[in-house]
């Protein structure tokens, strides 16, 4: 809690006077460049990221203050900020993948992750093994010894909130020096640190829960040791992933309060979870602190509390769906989560469009299934709300 509050000190300033006031918020250095008066240390700025600013897609001071909060936070080395979480994303496949590399993922994985993994493979040979991410053996029967790059997981799966067993994967890839890659997004570093469970990098929405107030996109990514840091660095720098001074500073603010949301995010989705469970319309529910959630036992040891993230299903299927996320009022129907405000979605007619039915229930999804991303409203107005919604149903059908 305390590392969240007091940011660490603005980089650029820690040669002024001490006894000038200081700004307790960090400066926002809105400044694309950087003035210098030789032409020798300009030269030698451009040497490597740790090296003077420059040009703000190579780092820049507001920035560094964000990355090296989150570094702090997730117990890593470094961190990188990009424009996104898919700018993190990118830039660590594109930079660690070779065309022939063979790549282990969990089944379950986000979207835009799941689509860039396809396209390079496609375009650049590389082999996908997906894993369900429960078994340590199952991961060592899918490594091809030589070939295998990385594995990739991410702490909570979106919608089923699976939760892989970070502890075995993430030993068994490092035994076998396979570089590993966990999407942290979902659970934040308040819930998990994989990083302290053997990940090599650690990937960020900071949409998500780190910025918290739905008005700032973001990415990072955090890197266990130096060598991984540059190499990505570098490849960032080019595809011109870096983050924005201003949407840097929105997040450093928002992770000022994480721990205090995410209490609350968590404490809400266990109220709705159980009343959920209890519900008749609903058949069934997906919270990784639910008695009965597949993922139960691995969160309890993984995990420091069930996350605010929720799936159900409902028993009238794709219409009940799509009837649903229509009629909450306090909830927004909305695509993102990790904010303040709850949203809710419709998988079945939004993210996993594309998907037939075969596909989505390969994917855990089924046409009723409901997500929702509880925020930190008072949970009984919250639970009226859906209540309403499901009780809508119950009258017509
Ligand atoms: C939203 C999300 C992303 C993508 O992040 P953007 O900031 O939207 O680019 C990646 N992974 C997970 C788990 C997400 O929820």
């Keep these: 809690m305390t590392r969240v509050v007091h940011a660490p000190e603005d980089p650029a300033s820690q040669h002024q ?21 030789s032409a020798d240390a300009l030269a030698e700025a451009m040497a490597g990221p740790d090296r003077a600013y420059v040009y703000t897609r190579r780092g820049n ?50 979207g835009g992750t799941h689509s860039v993994l396809a396209d390079l493979a496609e375009r650049y040979g590389i082999d996908v093994d997906r894993v369900e991410g429960d078994d340590a053996a199952e991961l060592s029967a899918a490594l091809r010894p030589g070939t295998t790059r990385l594995l990739l997981l991410e702490t909570i799966a979106n ?23 966990v999407d942290n997004s979902l ?63 929105l997040t450093v603010r928002g ?37 009965g959630h597949p993922s139960r036992a691995v969160a309890e040891r993984v995990l ?23 009629r909450v009022r306090v909830a927004r129907l909305a695509l993102s989560l990790g904010g303040v405000e709850t949203l809710v979605t419709h998988p079945a007619s939004t993210s996993h469009r594309e998907l037939d039915e075969g596909e989505l229930s390969a994917a855990g999804v089924s046409v009723g299934l ?4 509880v925020g930190i409203e008072h949970p009984e107005d919250l639970w009226k709300d859906l209540e309403q919604a499901l009780d809508q149903g119950l009258d017509r059908s």
């Design 187 to 249: 659970a934040s570093p308040v819930l998990c640190r994989p990083i302290e469970h053997g990940a090599d990098i650690v990937v960020h929405s900071t949409t998500k829960y780190l910025g918290g107030h739905s008005d700032v996109l973001g990415g990072a990514a955090v890197f266990a040791a130096p060598e991984l840091y540059g190499t990505v660095w570098t490849r960032a720098v080019e595809l011109g992933a870096a983050a924005d001074p201003f949407a840097a500073w």
């Design 304 to 326: 420091e509390g069930g996350g605010g993230m929720l799936a159900f299903e409902l028993a009238g299927g794709r219409t009940a769906g799509r009837e649903f996320v229509e």
């Design 17 to 37: 006077e001490r006894a000038e006031g200081r700004p307790l918020s960090v400066p926002i250095h809105q400044s694309s460049a950087f003035a210098f008066d």
């Design 255 to 291: 992770i000022q309060t994480l721990p205090l949301r995410m209490r609350q995010h968590c404490a809400n989705a266990e109220l709705i979870a159980g009343r959920l469970a209890a519900h008749p319309r609903v058949r069934r529910v997906f919270w990784p602190g639910l008695p």
């Design 61 to 110: 001071p507001t920035v560094r203050t964000l990355e090296r909060l989150l570094s702090c936070l997730e117990g890593g080395h470094a961190a990188l900020a990009t424009a996104s979480g898919m700018g993190a994303m990118s830039a660590v496949l594109l930079a660690l993948l070779r065309p022939g590399d063979h790549v282990v993922a969990q089944r379950c994985l986000y």
């Design 159 to 181: 919608p089923t909130c699976q939760v892989p067993d970070l502890p075995a994967l993430l030993a068994t890839a490092r035994a076998a020096g396979v570089v590993s890659v």
């Design 370 to 373: 409901v997500r929702v991303g």
